[in-house]
């Protein structure tokens, strides 16, 4: 059996227990009676709004929809879900979404975007930073390619930009540009008012060794190499990119790497990041003011730090501003 579980803020249906506003849940509470759930996809912090799979292939959708990022043909104030709600299709493989969007994969390796598209951040060749081009309520096709990579942990939606593996090893990007956060050796900044942006698919350097992307938020993105090591770009003002440096602004506009070979999964929020390594350690970076890192300490870390000594962390890792979640490899659950 697995059953689905739920907690904390219930703004515009987000828990999924089919009321729309508050009661929070400060506890664990189950969604529905559905014993068939295999997934819960990252999504950008404080989104309000989940995805979740089932075993048949398909992804179900609840939560706020202002900019049609549930996928289910309607967008607006209105428009949310408050309980989960079945996105078109059954062959679904991967999703992650960003701020008002989402990407997702499909087993026959098309990539596909739905809701806000202000900055092209759904990969369709349109897009300003005006907010005049139109978005997407359903899920569209991005390009013809059939060569996307067909495994999770090969695409990322955060803020205004998406990311997403090729099979054949190559990383690309779209959207927004604002902190570097797409890699292309191109810097713009929030304060400028505009922002480069790319509005299609773009090759981010030549490297085919590509293996993983981070479910991340708006300021920071990481991918892993075939060969075990982490890379990161964007803003990294509290020391959130792992480099030894802090301060603002302190942006990376290309993937940067990280001392180490043996990398296994990195996630991260606006200012704060988790990486796990194979032999089962976690380490933590950037701002500490709440805890966050996980260090015992308040002190924000510009280099990847030492979570305690366990080596039974599993790399499944949830994010949010000011808090993470974990899972040991004996099925316990953490929080910090």
Same mark, same amino acid.
């Given at each position: ?27 664990? !509470? ?76 499909? !087993? ?93 698919? !773009?090759?981010?350097?030549?490297d085919t060794t590509w293996s993983s992307l981070s479910a991340t938020s708006g300021k920071v993105k990481g991918a892993i190499k ?26 990376k506009s290309s993937p940067t790497q990280i001392p180490g070979t043996t990398w296994r999964t990195f996630h991260s929020a606006n200012?704060?990041?988790?990486? !796990? ?29 030492q979570i305690g000594t366990d080596t039974t962390w599993t790399g499944k890792v949830a994010m949010g501003s000011y808090a993470v ?12």
């Amino acid at each position: 059996l697995k059953n689905l579980y739920t907690w904390g803020n219930n703004a515009n249906g987000g828990l999924g227990l089919n009321a729309a506003q508050p009661a929070e849940k400060s506890s664990p !509470t189950q969604i529905g009676t559905q014993t068939d759930w295999n997934n819960i996809y990252s999504q950008w912090t404080d989104s309000y709004h989940s995805f979740a799979g089932r075993e048949q292939g398909t992804l179900w959708a609840w939560g706020a929809n202002q900019g049609g990022e549930l996928g289910l043909n309607d967008s607006g104030p209105t428009g949310y879900r408050s309980s989960p709600t079945q996105v078109p299709g059954t062959t679904w493989v991967d999703v992650q979404s960003g701020y008002y969007h989402a990407v997702a994969l499909k !087993t026959n390796g098309t990539l596909w975007g739905w809701g806000s598209n202000n900055a092209g951040q759904l990969g369709l060749n349109e897009g300003d930073l005006s907010g005049s081009t139109g978005k997407r309520s359903s899920p569209t096709q991005i390009g013809t390619d059939t060569t996307w990579a067909t495994t999770e942990g090969k695409i990322t939606g955060g803020g205004a930009n998406s990311h997403a593996i090729k099979a054949n090893g190559t990383l690309w990007a779209w959207g927004s540009n604002t902190y570097g956060g797409l890699g292309l050796n191109q810097t713009s900044s929030a304060s400028e008012g505009t922002s480069f942006l790319c509005s299609s698919p !773009t090759q981010v350097g030549t490297d085919t060794t590509w293996s993983s992307l981070s479910a991340t938020s708006g300021k920071v993105k990481g991918a892993i190499k075939t060969d075990g090591t982490l890379w990161t770009w964007g803003e990294g003002e509290y020391g959130q990119l792992g480099h030894n440096q802090g301060g603002s602004p302190s942006p990376k506009s290309s993937p940067t790497q990280i001392p180490g070979t043996t990398w296994r999964t990195f996630h991260s929020a606006n200012n704060n990041s988790i990486a !796990t390594k194979t032999d089962g350690t976690m380490w933590g970076f950037g701002r500490n003011a709440y805890g966050s890192v996980g260090d015992n300490t308040s002190v924000n870390r510009s280099s990847p730090t030492q979570i305690g000594t366990d080596t039974t962390w599993t790399g499944k890792v949830a994010m949010g501003s000011y808090a993470v979640s974990a899972v040991k490899t004996d099925g316990t659950y953490w929080t910090w």
